[in-house]
Structures are given as C-alpha cells and as structure tokens.
C-alpha cells in the first residue's frame, strides 16, 4: 500500500488540502490584519504580507520537495503517512511558531510565555531580537545543507550525472574518505576570515553544531533502522529516515523564517503564511512520489541537489551581505526548470532506450 490507492488521479487533487488551507489562511490572516488595524488598507495589507510569504515560502522549497520525495519513495508505507501527517504539524508548528519562540526564549532569556507576549505586543523588539540571531542560525544551517548536497555528489555508486565533467570526477573522489568533511570546513574557516573578529567564534561553532548534527542523525538513523548504512539505509527505513528529514525540513526552514522577518515583524502573520507554504511543499511531495515524477526526469534530482549546495552557499554569504529572499528562491527554481528541460531533452534523444527499460 503506498501513499494513495489511486495513483493516476489527477495532479490538482494532490492540492486539495493546501487549496483549503490556503483559503482559510488567508480569511484568518484578513480577520488579523483587521483586528490589528482596524482599517481596510491595513487588512489589505497583511493579506497581501500572507500572500507574498506563502509564495517565498513555496519558491524557497522546490527543492526540498524533491529531495523529500527520493527520500520518502523509498520508506515504509507507515512512515511515508507519518511524515506526511505528523511532519506537517512539526514543519507548521514546529518551525514555523516554536521554532522562532525558542530563539528568543534562547537569545533574550526570558520565558516561553515572555516571549509570545513580546511577540504578541512588542513585535518590533521580537523582529530585532530575531535578526540579531541570523548568524548563528545561518552558519548552522548553511552548514546541514551543505552536506546534505555533497553527500549526494560525492557518492562512487552514483552513475548519472548531469554536468557529466565534473559530476564524474566528484564521484570518483568518493573514495577519498571524509572528502565531504574536509570540504565544509575549509569552507567554514574560509568564511569565518571575512567576519569581525567577534563574530568569528560564534559562526565557526555553530557551524560545527550543524557538522555534528548532520553525522549524528545519519549515525543515529542508521541505528535506529538497524543497518550499518547511512544515508541510503535511513532513507529505506522507518524512524531514521522520518529523522532525518524532519531536520532536512528544519534546515531549509531557516533561512525562510529569518527572512519573512524583513516583510513582516508579526509573529502569527508569518506562521499562516509560511504554514500555507509549508501544505504546499507536502503536496509536492506526495505527487512527486505517487507519480514516479524523479523516475520520469532523470536530471531533476541533480537540479535540486545543485539548489541546496547553492543555498547553503547563500546562507554563509548573508553573514557578510544581505541577499533578499526573492533572488534565493527564484535562483533555486530556475535550476529545477534547467535540469527539467534537460531531462526532457535527454528523454526525446533517448526515447528508444527507455522503451527498453
């Protein structure tokens, strides 16, 4: 039994819960921007704020789709419908209400209830408080994503590539053992050379936090589904493998959460709007699975796999710069589009070969 016992129906029904929250989520964000306003243009407002996020949010997680649908392809039945149904109550509320909560109980040490009021009746000093833990955030991130796209291209089983030049000799260099390691610390001690001096400590450990954290839910995923394998195993298992994408999905909400900081200081604006993203991605999720959509588009893996090493890239970067959001997510879908349109090539120019398979 795997997701759906109709896995022809059609694409829009794979929508149908995130049309309705949607829905709901933009009257409830309407009645907020109402209640906080008192004003039509105000409530307009905040409408419009939703919108946008729920738009960044779902711009952003392209490729967090896909990398969840080759992960989850692979799971149990049982825990395909776990993640798709307690993940969505952990990547909404989880990462999208307690999540920020938890920053500020952390970096202004003030209680749990402290800090929603603060965000209830103070949200500028809620927004600042937020930024000012972007680095560490970042670093932590940035570093989680970063192995999770080197582990995909340093992998000597791997025989499909892509950008074929260097795809290969990256595969080749699997071998080579902790590669992945070596690289994303000459990256973190390259970056930490351009921040002040003050803030050098705290990227560089936090950074490593997020290292440790990638080698400890593949440790512990391999356990957990008793196999001496890691990212492959965890993905064919059942608790490792809902593990490690619930902090994947952790990882890629980040960035996003910071962000939607800079279009709203409104704690309960941005969880409805980054919520209706959040039902999005599941979506996304679930047709890519139920419709064999990464078997069809050989290349369109690799495409999200460039996306998140580019991301994590990004998310160092903005320790030094700001780089709005819109760019972060129109870049990544453009890679999609580009390694879609390349499979889709591939496939006219071989469609004798995939008769035969």
Known sequence: MSLSDNPAQPVLSYFRWAFIVTALGLVLGAWLGWESTGTLSGTLTIFFIVSVLAVLEISLSFDNAIVNANKLKD??????????????????????????????????????????????????????????????????????????????????????????????????????????????????????????????????????????????????????????????????????AFLYL???????????????????SNLFVIAIGLGIGAMYVRSMTIMLVEKGTLAQYRYLEHGAFYAILILSVIMYVQTLVHIPEVITGLGGAALIGVSLWSSIRWNRANGHLEAGE
């Not at 003030?110 to 965000?119: C, T």
């Not at 619930?246 to 709203?264: H, K, P, Q």
């Open 75 to 240: 799971m149990r039945p049982e825990w395909q419908r776990r993640f798709l149904t307690w993940g969505i109550l952990i990547a909404v509320f989880g990462m999208r209400i307690v999540f920020p909560l938890l920053i500020v109980v952390i970096a202004a040490n003030i209680g749990p209830w402290q800090a929603l009021v603060l965000a209830s009746t103070q949200p500028e000093e809620y927004s600042r408080i937020m930024h000012d833990a972007h680095l560490p955030i970042a670093a932590f991130g940035g570093t989680f994503l970063m192995m999770v796209a080197l582990t995909y291209f340093f992998d000597h089983e791997k025989d499909v590539h892509w950008v074929k030049w260097l795809e290969e000799k990256v595969a080749q260099s699997a071998t080579i053992r902790g590669i992945e390691v070596g690289i994303v610390l000459v990256t973190i001690l390259a970056f930490s050379k351009f921040l002040p001096v003050a803030e050098q400590g705290l990227f560089v450990s936090s950074a490593i936090y997020g290292l440790v954290t990638f080698l400890g839910v593949e440790v512990l995923g391999g356990l957990l589904d008793k196999s001496q394998e890691t990212m492959s195993a965890a993905a064919k298992g059942g608790m490792g």
């Open 246 to 264: 619930e902090v994947l999905d952790a990882s890629f909400s980040f960035d996003g959460v910071i962000g939607a900081f800079a279009l709203s």
